[in-house]
């Protein structure tokens, strides 16, 4: 199977990875959440080449995950912010910064931190059911899948 | 800059994509969330080429992400389950579902839900802050680069 034909596919998670699927997108997105607007700031940041920063900055925008915005009539120049859809990708940012923080250290101790601006503390955020208020683990989920007899529960 | 030295960057985020950041490693690992442990279970459920499965595989099992288990000595077969390490990021593919079903969602509807075990809520997971319980929210979540004036807040 190829990625053109997983964009289709019914799993929202392969839908998702159809768009996010790719270190340098995510780390386009990191820089997005950091503030990042102008081509030079998401390259510079990233360390990325000039030409993967400028075609996954266009595919997020075709995405409606970034918008495009002209910021200068002459020369013409664009920033790329998160619309409201990129915005929503920012549990799976702090999802990958919480396990690298937590499985991956860095000798030099955390580079990137989060503070939750209502009450101002330094947060490890963490996965709750909106019903119950109880934590989500792997072990305590059932994973169903549609018109199957699949269901995936971790011991 | 080549993804070989993002493994030792400072960012927590890089390091974590240095080893998730594939389309077909987080597919993988959707299926060892479902309980998938054998070659041919990730194979036949991902669609994925077989020198792609057995690549990313034994790039999982190599980060201790996956563990590489004996479950019959003639011929030789091996399971592939979640280590601790590995079980770390269900919140990041919990994440992706639910981006994929808020932002992408397919004609058929949803192919994968969530049942909190504690509560039996079909749930869609949100992130919370462990101090005081309140939502993690990109616009109220200040993010802080060490050794950096950099603080991204979004408006």
Known sequence: MRWTDIAD???????????????????????????????????????????????????????????????????ARFEYTLTDKGAGLHPVIVSLLAWGDRWMPHEDGRSLTLVHGPCGATVTPELRCPDCDGRIEPAGTRHVVAGTARTGTLA
Chains 1, 2 share one sequence.
């Open 9 to 75: 596919t019914r799993c929202s998670i392969a839908r998702a990875l159809s768009v996010v699927g790719d270190r340098w997108t995510l780390l386009l997105l990191r820089e997005a959440f950091l503030g990042a607007r102008r081509f030079e700031e998401y390259r510079a940041n990233t360390g990325a080449a000039r030409h993967l920063v400028s075609e996954r900055l266009a595919l997020l925008v075709e995405h409606g995950v970034l918008e495009r915005v002209r910021y200068s009539d002459r020369p």
